[in-house]
């Protein structure tokens, strides 16, 4: 849609809520607040589709504006954050998919190097891994249950420990793009190697299905949600190495909002993975449908949210737009 449709299109309605903001304590509150969840919703798809005019400069001010005026002595309702994760967050990420793609590759090639590193050398896997957590496995191998180091522990230890250490791992990924991108490749680059001598390790050992079906409970969630970390400082990064037409300052403090924001966006995924790994992966017994059921339930949520779902919201969201203006 061009620029100018879009603008035609939500003119009045941007002009009628920079009214009701300078009405102040005229105008209802709750009003507003709707009124700036549609303002954030155009806002993003102004970044995405318009991301150097005067229209987004507008909207940009608009919105810093109406935030102090509404929310300056107000919590953040709950409708609110739910529209962040519903809509706000999904409409802005579809344009960076592509630098998704990047992260994901980097993370299989390092996991691909570390699988032939483990199959070549036996030594590799104690390098990774170090010697205390392999003698540990070996010694579960050998009592037949090679994922039993999943059940140390208490389950509410345990789910707060992995927990805050996934977001942990998430957030150093995000903030090692500020030495830019090549800081976060790294992350992704160290833990890809370290996931694929750790999957072959158990491949070497004959157990590769039995600890493969218990690692991927949480492992599914957990890896998916570091790369898509690692893509939120891949954008950091790229900021800096390629501000475009903006000065770097500019472009690295826009790269910086939006690395954060994909970050924020992993953190219920990574209490889930949590959640999973505390006080699911420990029953090693269980049956094989219901690991594979959880697995691709698991699966399925993380491609949708991040990848189908902020697609067909972006494609809803045009259709709606041209239906209004009757243009393509």
Request: net charge positive; proline share 2%.
């Amino acid at each position: 849609m061009r620029e100018a449709a879009f603008v035609r299109q939500n003119k009045e309605k941007w002009i009628a809520f920079e009214k009701a903001i300078n009405l102040g304590a005229t105008t209802n509150p709750d009003e507003l607040a709707n009124g700036y969840i549609q303002l954030t919703n155009d806002l993003a798809y102004a970044q995405t589709y318009y991301a150097e005019s005067k229209t987004l400069l507008y909207l940009n001010g608009l919105a810093s504006q109406a935030h102090q005026k509404i929310y300056k002595n107000k919590k953040e309702s709950r409708n609110r954050i739910f529209s962040f994760w519903k809509t706000e967050f999904p409409l802005f990420f579809k344009q960076y998919h592509n630098t998704l793609g990047v992260a994901f590759l980097i993370f299989v090639i390092a996991s691909a190097i570390g699988s032939l590193s483990a199959l070549n050398d036996a030594t590799f896997v104690r390098l990774i891994l170090g010697d205390a957590y392999v003698n540990e496995t070996l010694n579960n191998i050998a009592n037949g249950d090679p994922a039993a180091i999943y059940k140390g522990g208490s389950e509410i230890g345990s789910f707060l420990g992995i927990t805050i250490n996934n977001i942990r791992v998430a957030f150093l990924a995000f903030a090692f793009g500020v030495i830019t991108s090549i800081g976060t490749a790294y992350i992704l680059f160290s833990n890809g190697v370290m996931l694929g001598a750790f999957i072959t390790f158990f491949y070497t050992k004959g157990v590769f299905f039995e600890a493969n079906k218990q690692i991927w409970l949480h492992g599914t969630i957990e890896i998916s949600v570091i790369i898509i970390a690692g893509c939120a400082g891949l954008i950091m990064g790229n900021s800096i190495l390629f501000p475009k037409t903006y000065s770097r300052r500019v472009s690295f403090m826009k790269g910086a909002k939006d690395g954060l924001k994909v970050v924020i966006s992993t953190i219920p995924f990574f209490i889930l993975a949590g959640f999973i790994e505390g006080f699911i992966t420990r029953y090693t017994s269980m049956p094989n449908w219901l690991a594979f059921l959880i697995i691709g339930a698991s699966l399925f949520l993380i491609i949708f949210y991040y990848i189908v779902y902020p697609i067909l919201l972006n494609n809803q969201h045009e259709r709606q737009l041209h239906t209004v203006t009757g243009k393509p």
